[in-house]
């Protein structure tokens, strides 16, 4: 994450810096899950840090800590129902609960990591 703030300063000087509560949310969720691949972390201009998997055009999850332990997320999946048609799912939920509600999406089976040291 330290990483994630010099890059900031360097690009973006005008930014807010990352947000002390969506930095350990974001740590705690990683931590939490140990099987996800490593996923891209950038930084919103509000500060709150945003990690997110994209295996295909129609598979993407993204999750963005806005502090106290609450998340957004935007979830581009096969329709459970349909395959042939893509779920746009986003809403707002708790960092322990994400997760759960991703299921249904068949997220999990593309971001987990592919070999034991893929993983945090």
Do not use: C
């Amino acid at each position: 994450m330290l990483a994630l703030l010099e890059i900031s300063r360097e690009e973006q000087p005008d930014q807010a810096p990352p947000a002390l509560a969506s930095v350990m949310d974001v740590m705690t969720f990683l931590a939490d899950h140990p099987e996800l691949a490593y996923p891209s972390v950038v930084l919103t201009h509000e500060g709150n840090v945003r990690i997110q998997w994209r295996r295909t055009k129609g598979e993407h999850f993204a999750v963005e800590f806005v502090g106290d332990g609450d998340i957004r997320f935007v979830i581009f999946a096969p329709d459970p129902k349909r395959p042939d048609k893509i779920a746009r799912v986003s809403g707002s939920a708790t960092v322990d609960s994400v997760m759960r509600l991703a299921e249904p999406y068949g997220v999990r089976r593309w971001a987990e990591a592919k070999n034991p040291g893929d993983a945090l």
